[in-house]
Nanobody, 127 residues
Framework: QLQLVESGGGLVQPGGSLRLSCAGSGFTLNYNAIGWFRQAPGKEREGVSCISSSGGRTTYADSVKGRFTISRDNAKNTVYLQMNSLKPEDTGVYYC????????????????????WGQGTQVTVSS
């Protein structure tokens, strides 16, 4: 079965860190850009970060720039999102998605460019 599987979410205090993983199952991620998105309760899903297939180009939403780092290990068929200095407003369900192309476009990724999605992992930032 072809799927993207996110993991690493959880409950963390403000100022804490989490590392999310996005693993490809049944297919390789190595030729595609991968994006991370999030959806807070009652809000629309928004793009957080993108990494190109080679890892040579990354993009970030302004709200996470300097705090989040996206990376990938193609040997492990996995993309990561390291989240530091977490804030309550970072709370939401985090999704990874596969872009049709190998490159990232613009700044924060746009949902319409990502046709294949994982099921999401919950991140809650609260004291």
């Amino acid at each position: 079965q072809l799927q993207l599987v996110e993991s690493g979410g959880g409950l963390v205090q403000p100022g804490g860190s989490l590392r999310l993983s996005c693993a490809g199952s049944g297919f390789t991620l190595n030729y595609n850009a991968i994006g991370w998105f999030r959806q807070a309760p009652g809000k629309e899903r928004e793009g957080v970060s993108c990494i190109s297939s080679s890892g040579g180009r990354t993009t970030y939403a302004d709200s996470v720039k300097g705090r989040f780092t996206i990376s990938r290990d193609n040997a492990k068929n996995t993309v990561y999102l390291q989240m530091n200095s977490l804030k309550p407003e970072d709370t939401g369900v985090y999704y990874c998605a596969k872009r049709t192309y190998s490159s990232c476009s613009g700044y924060a990724p746009a949902m319409s460019e990502y046709p294949f999605w994982g099921q999401g992992t919950q991140v809650t930032v609260s004291s």
